[in-house]
């Protein structure tokens, strides 16, 4: 049967970095990094949306949980497992995700903080405010989604 098969399937090492990577190495459910050597110790491969519920065998269906938050999981889908254990709701972002975010932070931010530096002090204010915004924007997007959710007392 193909439910079956689904359930038995083996992932080549290509398709573990690939999934490993989706998330940038960490727990999709608690976002806690994960070490790639340590498969089937610490981390498994979780169908982020069930098959029991249509989710697909499509490696963007497919993310590294640690087997402890996989097996909390049962049959919960993925965003109320992430709210329960405190994680943000989405999953983490991959390398390639992340710098894609970055730029376009950088650019929005490096623009607003010049025009509101040339509020307050003209053209050198500009220059000043454009790069602050421009460095505040290059952050990991991730690690300032956990900071703002501990900010919040969470
Ligand atoms: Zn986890």
């Known amino acids: 049967m193909a439910h079956e098969y689904r ?3 083996r992932y ?31 981390w498994e491969i979780d169908h982020s949306r069930a098959v029991a519920r249509g989710g697909s065998d499509y490696l963007r269906n497919l993310k590294p949980a640690h087997i402890s938050c996989n097996r909390s999981k049962r049959d919960r889908d993925s965003r109320s497992v992430r709210r329960a254990k ?21 650019i929005k931010r490096g ?23 421009a460095a505040s924007g290059l952050k990991d997007p991730d690690e300032e989604e956990l900071r703002r ?3 919040n007392g969470r």
Not at 19 to 25: K, L, P, R
Not at 87 to 95: G, T
Not at 116 to 129: D, N, Q, T, V, Y
Request: with cysteine; net charge positive; hydrophobic share 30%.
């Open 7 to 9: 359930k038995r399937r």
């Open 86 to 106: 405190g994680a943000p709701p989405r999953a983490p972002l991959s390398k390639a995700k992340k710098a894609e975010v970055r730029k376009r932070r950088a």
């Open 111 to 133: 623009i607003g903080g010049g025009l509101l530096g040339w509020l307050f002090s003209g053209p050198p204010g500009a220059a000043i405010g454009g790069l602050l915004g």
């Open 12 to 42: 080549t090492e290509e398709e573990r970095r690939k999934i490993f990577e989706s998330t940038d190495g960490r727990c999709h459910l608690c976002w806690q990094p994960l070490q790639f050597e340590r498969y089937g110790q610490e």
């Open 149 to 151: 959710r501990k900010g």
